[in-house]
């Protein structure tokens, strides 16, 4: 299982292992749900969609065909919710699928899932569960020809702005500098927030500006990862209320 994958699963899997009482009575065939696990169904699936139109909001794609279709492969169609589901384990939870197609029972189970999450205030798993899951559909909707690619200036770029923007708001921006001298590169990444000053986040020194771009934000979505560069840890860059 790779890394990015493993960051997904193990919270996941994780929560599901210790609800012992999370049994849920998922109807077979082409039955409709009880009324209880529908309204469970819907309200998780509103969720669903407004984290997952939000994400795309995030990462840029603004033409609404594009958006649907988007909804349509990773989403709707329930493949990639599939296999996930199984991978977590949470399919086990239900005590019959709760549809006949595999796809149709997976999606209808992310939204349930979604829903528990909601109702036991976790909000951090609901952002691995939604925004972490589906930047990883979206970035293998794109498979890379070797490693060098997968782990492209773009696409290191891309994961880090949105976990960032998970703390610092939809508008924050990334901006990158560097400067270079005769046998070296210093290669800059801040961070600018409505609200607050520009944060330098990580600078990396290398013999050119190529490894030096990589290597910093390799470094960035590392730290990122590991809960660094919130608003809390910079209060003293906040910019102070404009007076009238």
């Known amino acids: 299982m790779s890394r990015k994958l493993k960051t997904i699963v193990s919270p996941l899997s994780a929560y599901l292992k210790v609800q012992r009482g999370f049994k849920l009575p998922g109807e077979g ?3 409709e749900l009880p009324p209880p696990l529908e309204i469970c169904k819907r309200r998780g699936e509103a969720l669903l969609v407004q984290e997952f139109f939000e994400f795309i ?4 794609i603004i033409d609404a065909a594009r958006q649907l279709e988007l ?3 990773l989403i709707a169609r329930g493949t990639y919710l599939l296999d996930l589901a199984q991978r977590i384990g949470l399919m086990n939870h ?8 595999p796809e149709q029972a997976a999606y209808t189970a992310w939204c349930i899932f979604l829903d528990s999450l909601r109702c036991a205030s976790e909000q951090n798993l609901i952002h691995i569960a ?15 020809a070797n490693n060098d690619k997968a782990r492209s200036h773009g696409n290191l770029r891309l994961q880090a702005l ?7 708001g939809l508008e924050a921006e990334l901006k990158e500098s560097f400067v270079t001298e005769d046998d070296k590169c210093v290669f800059s990444i801040r961070l600018k927030s409505p609200g607050f000053s520009w944060k330098t986040l990580t600078t990396v020194t290398a013999e050119r500006l190529k490894p030096a771009r990589l290597e910093a934000f390799t470094l960035l979505l590392d730290e990122v990862r590991n809960g660094l560069h919130q608003p809390e840890s910079a209060a003293a860059t ?3 209320p404009v007076k009238e």
């Not at 909001?57 to 840029?60: L, S, T, V």
């Open 71 to 73: 909804w349509d492969i």
């Open 162 to 168: 949105v976990k960032l923007r998970k703390y610092w």
């Open 130 to 144: 939604t925004h972490e899951v589906f930047l990883h559909f979206y970035i293998g909707l794109y498979p890379k």
């Open 29 to 31: 065939g082409d039955m």
């Open 57 to 60: 909001g995030q990462i840029g």
């Open 94 to 101: 239900f005590t019959t699928p709760p549809a006949r197609k």
């Open 238 to 240: 906040r910019l102070p």
